[in-house]
């Protein structure tokens, strides 16, 4: 099953002599439980991408399709309420509430559409990225890649279409990256969960099963392993 069409997609910074394209007619597809890394040089236009896919910025032109919707068709409040259905976002720095327990951060997103949190859900999740024992901490006595599991959590209690993650083990040691990627892993494999990563880390675009690599805002390579 597709799960999603990106078809000719650019963005462009500026006009005329100051005129950048940071992406120039992608185009690609991918299909239910794919495990892509998205990979490139700085300024590549790879980020770019990312929070395109993700809904947090707009193209110039071209399609993004997630699930049978053109994304580029929603009003403002429509996507703002397909993004926290469809798409789970995983960033560098985690984006946790500093004031919110454990359990509160990965419920946020549910709490914002007007949902109420299944408890068993949750103690399922958290028991599955090894939080179970921290949901009443807050993310201040957390490591961080604890905090970076809270993240991930947050990221798929909402069974996303979806999961996007913007350099996931940036900010973390050699170990706790790899602990963080066996993670994602199990997910795309254990639940279909499909999953997009961009990172510059060669051992993760290795372990990937699809790398799309990107230059000059243009795909310059496309292969399966």
Known sequence: MRIL??????KIYGNGETEVRALDGVSFSVEQGEFIA?????????STLLHILGGV????GGQVIINGTDISTLDETALAIFRRRQIGLIYQF???IPILTV???LTLPLLLDGRTPDK???ETLAQKLGLYNRLSHLPSELSGGQQQRVSIGRALLNNPALL???EPTGNLDSENSKEIMELLRRFNK???????IITHDERIALSADRVIAISDGRIVRDEVK
Request: proline share 3%; charged share 20%.
């Open 38 to 46: 998205i990979v490139g040089p700085s300024g590549s236009g790879k």
């Open 164 to 166: 996007l993650a913007d």
């Open 5 to 10: 069409e990106v078809n000719n997609l650019t």
């Open 57 to 60: 910025d707009t193209a110039s």
């Open 94 to 96: 985690y984006n946790l």
């Open 120 to 122: 068993q859900q949750i």
């Open 190 to 196: 254990e639940y279909k969960q499909t999953v997009i």
């Open 103 to 105: 359990e509160e951060n």
